[in-house]
């Protein structure tokens, strides 16, 4: 079974601007995030679209399934969401223990920058870059299907 | 964009066996069924998985995006779902107007035998054979997605 395992951060500095390739334009939506699963839509670039299911097992790893399909398709289905629709351009960053990206949100979750870097395996303890910032792979709020129910631009200043 | 359109009945008399072609057991669960979308993860014969997103609208004619996946995946959603896995036996039966279908549910919904014919237009009139019972295409409950939340098995035999 595919499995998919990733810590998450916030992002303290600007600092991996310098080493950031061409960003990707996302816009992704849930169809459903229910205690078991989470049906996403992903249109990258208007160019590729992608449904994805995530398991929802809290933490580092979480199975997944994806499959590729027409970006008319996906279009559609936006409309079929629960919540907003979440919008971000994703920047890869050279790393050597895994995909490190760096995620600028806007519209709804306009403010909020994320760095994930995807891992091999659990055990692996990546080098992290001095931009990193705070870890918060186990916190819910930010879960993009909680970010697409309770968009960052309505947290409560005293809550981030 | 696709488009289901089809009307559903009940079946009054086992007329329609002399008729049916060989049946196609599926075995099919929902990952989610959301205000507006639903998403069903089915596997027919054991040897074919699809991932189905229908839009929620009730009535004749719903939006319908199909994708074939691999049965291992398919096999795995299973576990990720919401209300009961639902299993049936699926007989084509020949009809110059639509594609005419009698399923045959077992498991928690045993006894249920539900025809479903899909038309090309939602005006065109269908030719019914005698043993086709009372429709049922605007009757909730005969959803697939809340015939495995609510099993038929389960339904008070008065409301039946």
Redesign the interface.
């Given at each position: 079974?595919p499995k998919e395992i990733e810590r998450k951060f916030l992002v303290a500095n600007d600092g991996w601007r310098a080493q950031a390739r061409a960003g990707k334009r996302l816009r992704q939506a849930y169809?459903?995030?229910?205690d078991?699963?989470a049906?996403r839509v992903r249109i990258a670039d208007d160019a590729v679209a992608f449904?994805t299911?995530k398991?929802?097992t809290p933490g580092m790893s979480r199975?997944e399934?994806e499959?590729e399909?027409p970006v008319?398709?996906a279009e559609?289905?936006l409309?079929?969401?629960?919540g907003e629709i979440i919008e971000k351009v994703r920047y890869a960053i050279p790393c050597e223990d895994g995909d490190l990206t760096v995620d600028v949100f806007s519209g709804a979750n306009a403010g909020l920058v994320m760095a994930e870097i995807e891992l091999a395996s659990e055990d692996v303890v990546p080098a992290l870059p001095d931009w990193i910032g705070d870890e918060i792979t186990r916190d819910r709020r930010f879960y993009n299907a909680n970010l697409a129910e309770h968009p960052f631009g309505s947290w409560a200043t005293d809550a981030r």
């Amino acid at each position: 079974m595919p499995k998919e395992i990733e810590r998450k951060f916030l992002v303290a500095n600007d600092g991996w601007r310098a080493q950031a390739r061409a960003g990707k334009r996302l816009r992704q939506a849930y169809l459903a995030a229910t205690d078991a699963a989470a049906i996403r839509v992903r249109i990258a670039d208007d160019a590729v679209a992608f449904l994805t299911i995530k398991s929802a097992t809290p933490g580092m790893s979480r199975d997944e399934f994806e499959y590729e399909i027409p970006v008319a398709d996906a279009e559609a289905m936006l409309a079929m969401r629960v919540g907003e629709i979440i919008e971000k351009v994703r920047y890869a960053i050279p790393c050597e223990d895994g995909d490190l990206t760096v995620d600028v949100f806007s519209g709804a979750n306009a403010g909020l920058v994320m760095a994930e870097i995807e891992l091999a395996s659990e055990d692996v303890v990546p080098a992290l870059p001095d931009w990193i910032g705070d870890e918060i792979t186990r916190d819910r709020r930010f879960y993009n299907a909680n970010l697409a129910e309770h968009p960052f631009g309505s947290w409560a200043t005293d809550a981030r």
